[in-house]
Every structure is written in structure tokens, then in C-alpha cells.
């Protein structure tokens, strides 16, 4: 019986051409009549940005990469938790959307959204939270795996992501929790 590869977990720094949103507005927005795609439109008190920079810039995002002998997955942790990168290791292909920019389009609650990836929807699509930092924790298990939660501090519902590959398997289990709810 061949051993199995354990999964790991690594942070690295990555360099992708970003398209920067401008400073948000200083003053809180209480405008309710922005309405996307269902959403009520309430951002307050978070900051809401409405301008992105013409062209692109080299920017470094740190990025945690959870990997086995199957799959690489790439998160960033500063675009909300995204899974930003999820490649077939035995033969290269991205089998989940791969954005080799970042360039934000002003569709989420709170302006900036980047397409590509998976990103985590908590209340609704395109959360408030979207285009900002998660914290990440990791926890590795007796059986191999590593369980990497994205969690953040979001001031209207907050919530948090699991993400638990395994060794030996091509997949890996997401859960979505909102703030108070039981994993």
C-alpha cells in the first residue's frame, strides 16, 4: 500500500496586476436605495468605495495555498477569503476559474467585487465584506488533513468558512457558517 501525502498548508507572497479601488469615502454611507440583484442596499457603518485606478499595478497579496497530491488551492486572504486558484495537480488544469488580474467591478455591497474564484457569500451574494481582509487559522488532524477556517469581523453578520482537504482524495469539503451558528 502506498503512503499517502500529507495535505499542507504554506503562505506565500504572489505578485498580481491589480487594478486598486481609490480610498473609500471617509464619511459612512446611509444611502439604502443602491439595490443589486435583491439586496437592500445598507452598508452602514462600513466604507463604501465607488472608483477604481484606470490601469493596473504589480501589488503583492499574501496568499495560503492547501495542498496534496491532487490539488493546490490558492486563497487570498485579503480579497475576503477567496479561493482565488484550484488546480488538478496530476495535470494542470484549473478547474476552478483562474483571474490572472485582479480588477474590480463596483457590484458588491460596499463597491469593489473581483470576479473569478469562489468567494464566500454570507448574508447574500457579493457580501458587504467581499474586497476585505479574512483572518485565516489552520488546525492540522491525527488523520492528515488540515482544516484552514477564513473567518472575519463583519460589522452587519459576519461568518466564517472551513476548508478541509484530505490526504489521498481530489476534493475539498467547504462549510459556510454565519456568526452564532454550531459547525
Known amino acids: 500500500m502506498t503512503a499517502l501525502c500529507p495535505v499542507t498548508v504554506r ?11 481609490h480610498a473609500p469615502d471617509r464619511n459612512p ?18 466604507p463604501f468605495t465607488d472608483r477604481i485606478a484606470d490601469k493596473p499595478q504589480p501589488r503583492s497579496w499574501e496568499a495560503v495555498f492547501i495542498e496534496n497530491e491532487f490539488i493546490c488551492v490558492m486563497i487570498l486572504p485579503a480579497l475576503g477569503g477567496r479561493i482565488h486558484r484550484a488546480q488538478d495537480k496530476t495535470n494542470g488544469y ?13 457590484v458588491g455591497l460596499a463597491g469593489p467585487w473581483a470576479s473569478g474564484g ?7 451574494h457579493h457580501r458587504p465584506s467581499t474586497f476585505m481582509p479574512a483572518d485565516v487559522a489552520v488546525e492540522s ?25 484530505h ?3 481530489a476534493d475539498f469539503p467547504v462549510v459556510g457558517q454565519r456568526r452564532g451558528a454550531r459547525a
Open 29 to 46: 454611507m446611509f444611502l439604502e436605495k443602491r439595490v443589486y440583484q435583491g439586496s437592500s442596499g445598507r452598508v452602514y457603518p462600513l
Open 11 to 21: 503562505r506565500e507572497t504572489v505578485v498580481l496586476p491589480t487594478y486598486e479601488p
Open 141 to 165: 488532524h491525527a488523520d492528515g488533513s488540515v482544516t484552514v477556517w477564513l473567518s472575519e469581523h463583519d460589522l452587519l453578520r459576519g461568518g466564517r468558512a472551513r476548508l478541509q482537504p
Open 167 to 169: 490526504a489521498g482524495r
Open 94 to 106: 484549473d478547474f476552478v476559474y483562474h483571474q490572472p488580474v485582479i480588477k474590480p467591478a463596483l
Open 118 to 124: 469562489i468567494e464566500f457569500n454570507w448574508p447574500q
